[in-house]
């Protein structure tokens, strides 16, 4: 079984996004994996993203969110991490502003890893330093430490 980090673009983790709201982060954060040579058509699989987010917001609560997609326009499950210090209202279950967003795509064939993904992620987010952990960070690397750490736990 793959990890977490197996599936993180390092390189695309941003610290310090720069949206102020729900549609520019989606934006800003597929920006960040757009050029990855996993995507094989852009702007169908960023219609991909946005159509998911039509079914049901993807703010999960507590200042998270996991925006995710899967589409035929992405060759391998990839994820990167964006983190705002001005909490984005994101028409989360709770109500609260985000501002720690994992976003991944997959490919509509790795549904299991796709589910499997998802799970880490929340299971992840149920942990009482998680959230502090991340937000205090760094670095990008520091970031993919925290969450192969979590998978060791």
């Given amino acids: 079984m793959k990890k977490i980090t197996d599936y993180l673009k390092v390189e ?29 058509d852009k702007s169908k699989c960023y219609e991909d993203l946005l159509e998911r987010e039509k079914l049901g917001s993807t703010g999960i609560g507590e200042g998270f969110a996991i925006p995710h997609a899967k589409s035929d326009f992405v060759k391998e499950l990839i ?25 991944f795509l997959s490919p509509n064939e790795l549904s299991q890893e796709y589910l499997i993904l998802l799970a880490k992620i929340s299971r992840f987010i149920r942990e009482p330093n998680f959230k502090s952990e991340l937000l205090s960070a760094k670095s990008k690397e520091e970031i993919a430490e925290i969450l192969l750490s979590k998978e060791e736990d």
């Fill in 12 to 40: 695309t983790v941003n610290l310090n996004l720069e949206a102020k709201d729900k549609k520019a982060v989606l934006k800003e954060l597929f920006e960040q994996l757009q050029n990855s040579s996993e995507i094989t």
């Fill in 79 to 103: 994820m990167t991490v964006g983190i705002s210090k001005n909490p984005i209202e994101y028409d989360a279950v709770d109500g609260k502003p985000v501002n720690i967003f994992f976003m």
